[in-house]
């Protein structure tokens, strides 16, 4: 009965440590240290009431006194990525953004991106845009307004 005891809380450790290496946030680790000891106090010996109060009030405790620490540490990163970091941005049209013989390509912060044009209206070559939107691939765009 100790050597079953002693794998299931072997086991548990595992998938809440592999838990928290495959999701986003730092919440699972703390149970995975907690089902550790437990399984340290199966191997020597103590009670399977015992394991499961100090596998509760351990994970209890952790969890409670990291939490301001893994809430800060998992808040979303301000700093954009991929598509989302040219939302608001200004552009130039390289080739004409045409919706009827589906065309159209921007360049914004020096990459190149396919584009349609907000209200399908056509934005000719060189003209200065507004990055407004993303749909898939393409960046959603509107003619920029003339800064007086």
Known sequence: MDNFQ?????????LFIIGELL???FFLFWFGVAAAV?????IIGVGAGWQLAVFVFLSI???ASTRRFAD?????????VASDRALGKKGLVIERIDPIRDTGMVLVD?????ADSQKDAV??????IEVIGIE?????????EEEK
């Open 61 to 63: 405790i952790l969890v």
């Open 110 to 114: 020096r990459e190149k991106w396919r």
């Open 123 to 128: 934005i000719e070559k060189d003209a200065i």
């Open 23 to 25: 999701t986003a946030g």
């Open 136 to 144: 898939g691939t393409h960046l959603i765009v509107k003619q920029a």
């Open 6 to 14: 002693t794998i299931v809380w072997a086991v548990l450790a595992a």
């Open 38 to 42: 437990s399984c340290v106090l199966a």
């Open 72 to 80: 800060k540490i998992t808040k979303e990163s301000p700093v954009k």
